[in-house]
């Protein structure tokens, strides 16, 4: 795109930043002073594709150590290699650029003739790049190949932006595959699968109620019934609020026992190459944890029950007697070892499951605040305001506007067990 013929490497590096400056978001004004003044070749953005293909940063930064200049020697030639495949098939590369922004990926604008599929051509720069991998790393250390992303057909110079930024998110959903996959929009809509809210956040307060107890076997499930509607729902937003849900209760099991998590940053989704190597790093940290605790009493079987019951029934008018009933146990045995095992008397946690279901509601609901409060199991409007505030540090409807304003903090409820 950029006119010359000869470069030196840094200057190969000048002319990627400029194309990506240019390209990345730039009015067409700005595009068309660059063309006049002989900076860039003029390109026909009457029909094109965009693809990405590369390796993501959770993969690149652990394994390699190359520098921008060596890596640049290696992509040119694969760029040359990729652009005289494709001009054999009278397919036309508009114009191509190395981000490094985003790590070591390459960057393709093209159009096709009627007999060649875009997919064929986003097929072949890829294996090209897998052949590069091969040929300078040491494959059998690498958890993950490629990522690459092909856009839908558009038009239109304006339109680049929202390309590539549609691109980038369908580079990223790559990330629950764990294979080499060439993510299009229409495949995208046929992988992604609805997330039941409400389920995930019962999921996330069944995990709580495992790691508390220090059931191996009960945390594994519990972990398995949250990782498995993230995996198929393909939602980076719940993915971070289930992490940070998951953090804080690690934290607070910990805290218990007068000890603090060593390294925040396993709960992070930019530790892991993909979905299962978070899944395993997420299941060892929190098994680790469970073994490492002091011994004593874990929640005995009527206690986990009656944890659940209120789970259930927190928006009834439930009594201590109910409870009773339903775990087949006299009023006074639950509440001497609910008190002694949960650390709270039975009141006060329901109060706690309360005040976080409506802190749920909040968020994901357009419910008015009194709705929100009945919904929740307060039948008084200036009792839940006051109960509220007084587990917050906030009213319940600026929680909602504050909330709404830190999506990833959605699910702060560290007061539950």
Request: aromatic share 10%; proline share 6%; charged share 20%.
């Amino acid at each position: 795109m950029i006119i010359g013929e000869q470069e030196t490497p840094q200057a190969r590096i000048h002319r990627y930043a400029q194309t990506c400056e240019l390209l990345f978001g730039q009015p067409i004004g700005y595009y068309q002073q660059q063309i006049e003044k002989q900076f860039v070749a003029p390109i026909d953005f009457s029909r094109y594709y965009v693809m990405i293909t590369g390796l993501p940063r959770q993969v690149y930064r652990p394994f390699f150590g190359m520098d921008a200049f060596a890596y640049s020697s290696h992509f040119k030639q694969v760029e040359a290699q990729i652009v005289q495949l494709l001009e054999r098939q009278s397919v036309r590369c508009m114009t191509t650029m190395l981000l490094y922004d985003h790590t070591k990926r390459f960057c393709m604008i093209f159009n096709t003739p009627p007999s060649v599929c875009a997919m064929d051509v986003a097929h072949t720069a890829a294996c090209c790049f897998d052949q590069l991998y091969a040929r300078i790393f040491d494959m059998r250390q690498i958890p993950y190949r490629n990522y690459t992303a092909l856009s839908s057909e558009t038009c239109g110079y304006e339109n680049l932006p929202q390309v590539f930024q549609q691109i980038d998110a369908l580079s990223r959903q790559q990330f629950f595959d764990g294979h080499t996959n060439i993510m299009t929009p229409a495949l995208l809509e046929q992988l992604c699968r609805d997330l039941d809210k409400g389920q995930l956040h019962e999921d996330l307060a069944h995990l709580r109620i495992a790691l508390r107890s220090k059931n191996v076997p009960a945390v594994e499930k519990a972990l398995d019934q949250v990782m498995g509607p993230l995996a198929s729902g393909r939602n980076f937003s719940y993915l971070e609020k289930a992490l940070y849900a998951i953090r804080l209760s690690a934290e607070g099991l910990l805290a218990a026992s007068g000890r603090e998590l060593c390294d925040p940053e396993v709960f992070a989704i930019q530790r892991y190459p993909t979905f299962a190597h978070l899944r395993r790093g997420i299941t060892q940290e929190l098994l680790h944890i469970v073994a490492s605790l002091p011994d004593g009493p874990a929640l005995s079987a009527p206690v986990l029950e009656a944890m659940r019951y209120i789970r259930r029934h927190y928006g009834e008018d439930i009594s201590l007697s109910d409870i009773a009933k339903h775990i087949d146990m006299s009023t006074s045995w639950l509440t001497k070892h609910f008190n002694r095992e949960c650390g709270m008397s039975i009141p006060a946690y329901l109060l706690n499951v309360r005040v976080e279901h409506a802190q749920r509601l909040l968020l994901d609901t357009h419910m008015l605040v009194f709705e929100v409060g009945n919904a929740a199991g307060f039948r008084n409007p200036r009792y839940f305001a006051a109960a509220f505030k007084k587990a917050t540090g906030m009213t319940p409807t600026a929680y909602r506007d504050q909330a709404h304003q830190s999506p990833s903090k959605s699910w702060d409820t560290p007061f539950l067990p």
